[in-house]
């Protein structure tokens, strides 16, 4: 037994080792983004003031989903394109609510735009009427990262046609 607690190089390395390894924080697992897989939605946004527009489809982490905010668009440096911010809630397929803020890039265009949305998971939002959402279920704790959607937006139908999706 004395033999055990007998200093030595050797236990002093597997001390210093475990003593390392146990002190150092975990890794962090980076989880995936949210990915849009089908959507469709609908804005006007020839509308002045704040505007409203709804999503629906199929997503990541939500299953299948429908979305209603929003947003506020003001001209942007480039003439003719749009900056919008606004707030966004999502409803997953099981009920719970995922709410965030959103950013919307529109580029120039005369009947179909290039458009960039991207979405921020806030602890909850607060709508222009002053009605304040909060998430629900497991994104009170829980949330994805961020969501990036690019889509064409088609002026004469104020409707959102996905083209691709990222986070």
Not at 99 to 121: L, N, Q, T, Y
Request: aromatic share 8%; net charge negative.
């Amino acid at each position: 037994m004395k033999r055990l607690l007998r200093p030595t190089p050797v236990k002093a390395v597997l001390l210093a080792l475990v003593t390392l390894l146990g002190t150092a924080p975990p890794r962090a697992a980076a989880e995936a983004p949210v990915k849009m897989k089908k959507f469709i939605g609908q804005i006007d946004i020839t509308a002045e003031g704040v505007i409203p527009f709804t999503l629906s489809g199929t997503a990541s982490h939500l299953g299948e989903f429908n979305a209603y905010g929003e947003v506020e668009f003001v001209p942007g440096e480039e003439p003719g394109s749009l900056m919008g911010e606004g707030v966004v809630v999502f409803e997953a397929a099981d009920g719970d609510l995922l709410v965030g803020v959103v950013a919307w890039e529109v580029a120039p265009g005369d009947d179909f735009r290039d458009c960039r949305i991207h979405f921020s998971w806030r602890d909850f939002v607060q709508f222009d009427d002053g009605t304040v959402v909060p998430n629900t279920g497991r994104f009170v704790d829980d949330r994805p990262p961020g969501l990036v959607v690019i889509a064409i937006i088609a002026i004469l139908a104020a409707i959102l046609f996905p083209v691709f999706a990222q986070a």
